[in-house]
């Protein structure tokens, strides 16, 4: 039975209207091709992973999703926490020429996005755009399926991994295991950045060694 007390300290919900969801993601810079062969860079804020498998969400009209409906091979770089102020400087750019309507406003045409962002090209092995030296995680990936969303207004792309290239420090030795210990990834979180807290637990699916 309920008494008073339990329903007084129950919680309560609100019913909200936000302008946008973005529940926290980790940030992926993605770079492509452009259609004369330079890169494109630009942050993507929706990326999930299944298996071997990235889904990402684009904008129907950004460079990126232009890039990958013509050329399926991608990038993506995964940077770290302390790396939010290179990917904010990334944020307000865009590979477009002239800059569409809907952007003019807030966004300008940067055609060199890795020196406007301080970061630096690597190049791939298996793809043609080049990987972000910096970041301390690059997969690279090819378009396996890239379709509108429901709304109309994004792309979804489905891309395979083709290979995943991983700093030293944040992998367990010996092992093909990424240390959740020193990988901090960068999460956009309603559009605030933020990093990892302390670790919680370990799931019974685990299969990092413990250090």
Not at 58 to 80: C, E, F, K, T
Not at 167 to 193: E, K, M, Q, S
């Amino acid at each position: 039975m309920t008494t008073r007390a339990d329903q007084s300290s129950a919680t309560e919900h609100v019913t909200i209207n936000p302008k946008i969801l973005y529940f926290g993601t980790p940030v992926v810079l993605l770079s492509t091709q452009n259609h004369d062969g330079s890169a494109n860079l630009a942050p993507i804020s929706s990326a999930w992973a299944l298996g071997h498998v990235v889904v990402l969400g684009l904008g129907r009209n950004s460079q990126s999703a232009r890039n990958l409906v013509a050329r399926r091979d991608m990038v993506i770089n995964l940077p770290a926490a302390h790396q939010w102020e290179a990917v904010e400087r990334l944020a307000p750019l865009t590979g477009r020429s002239p800059v569409p309507t809907d952007k003019r406003d807030r966004f300008r045409y940067e055609p060199d996005k890795f020196g406007a962002a301080g970061l630096r090209p690597l190049p791939s092995r298996h793809v043609g755009p080049p990987r972000v030296a910096d970041c301390p995680l690059h997969l690279e990936a090819h378009a396996t399926r890239v379709r509108a969303d429901a709304s109309g207004e994004f792309l979804i792309v489905e891309a395979r991994v083709l290979a995943v290239h991983a700093d030293r420090r944040v992998v367990v030795p010996g092992t093909d295991h990424i240390d959740p210990a020193t990988w901090h990834p960068l999460i956009y979180n309603f559009r605030h950045y933020f990093g990892l807290g302390d670790e919680l637990g370990r799931s019974f699916r685990s299969e990092t060694p413990t250090q």
